[in-house]
């Protein structure tokens, strides 16, 4: 079992920047492919950024690209996402997710029904 818990989140404005953390328990994290999803009101949960087990291979979604950064301490168990530049449109409740299934980023790195831990997710509001 792999319990995940998410922090950093708060208010910024726009063109701020913030690093969300993601602390996971269990011996096998480290093995497990992790993704950052987002989830607005009103809308769609929808994918963000994921990370393969080393670290080495990531992905994201358009919208995201060059702002954002995904990485892992392996040692600290802890998945983070540096925020840059942010928008008002990236205010959402972000959630980090492990995914237990693949070590590499699968063909479904995109969907959330991919992953099977999922922390409680941690409130970004950027203001205008």
């Known amino acids: 079992q792999v319990q995940l818990v998410e922090s950093g989140g708060g208010l910024v404005q726009a063109g701020g920047s913030l690093r969300l953390s993601c602390a996971a328990s269990?011996?096998?994290?480290?093995?497990?492919?992790m993704g950052w999803f987002r989830q607005a009101p009103g809308k769609e949960r929808e994918f963000v950024a994921a990370?393969?087990?080393?670290?080495?291979?990531?992905e994201y979604t358009d919208s995201v690209k060059g702002r954002f950064t995904i990485s892992r301490d392996k040692a600290k168990n802890t998945v983070y996402l540096q925020m840059n530049s942010l928008k008002p449109e990236d205010t959402a409740v972000y959630y980090c997710?492990?995914?237990?299934?693949?070590?590499?980023?699968?063909?479904?790195?995109?969907?959330?029904?991919?992953?099977?831990?999922w922390g409680q997710g941690t409130q970004v509001t950027v203001s205008s």
């Open positions: 269990g011996r096998t994290f480290s093995n497990y492919a």
């Open positions: 990370i393969n087990w080393s670290g080495g291979s990531t």
């Open positions: 997710a492990a995914d237990r299934s693949h070590s590499g980023l699968s063909s479904g790195y995109r969907r959330a029904g991919e992953y099977d831990y």
